[in-house]
């Protein structure tokens, strides 16, 4: 039923050749532990992360960033061990006016 609801696409714009502003949305989850906590403290410093639950075994972070900077994210997270993860693909705005 979901699939009837698909709008077509109407439009689609090439935005390399231009300045653009792009994002894309990560959910993580992670096995709670205490070095994994302070490693995360200081990934918050650098992107844009946030911790949108807390349990006593996991902590799910949410991050809204480029597609460049998801992909280094991406990268660190892995080293402390994803468990679970769901990403979205890339949605731009053009810069020019």
């Not at 653009?20 to 992360?49: F, G, H, S, T, W």
Request: aromatic share 4%.
């Amino acid at each position: 039923k979901q699939l009837n609801k698909l709008i077509d696409v109407i439009k689609v714009q090439d935005l390399s050749e231009e300045g653009y502003v792009d994002r894309e949305l990560m959910l993580v989850k992670i096995a709670q532990q205490p070095p994994v906590k302070q490693k995360i403290d200081e990934l918050m410093k650098q992107y844009r992360i946030r911790i949108i639950e807390e349990t006593a075994k996991f902590i799910t972070l949410e991050c809204v960033e480029s597609r460049e900077n998801t992909k280094k994210l991406f990268g660190a997270l892995t080293q402390m061990g994803i468990h679970e993860i769901a990403q979205t693909g890339a949605v731009a705005l053009s810069k020019k006016e």
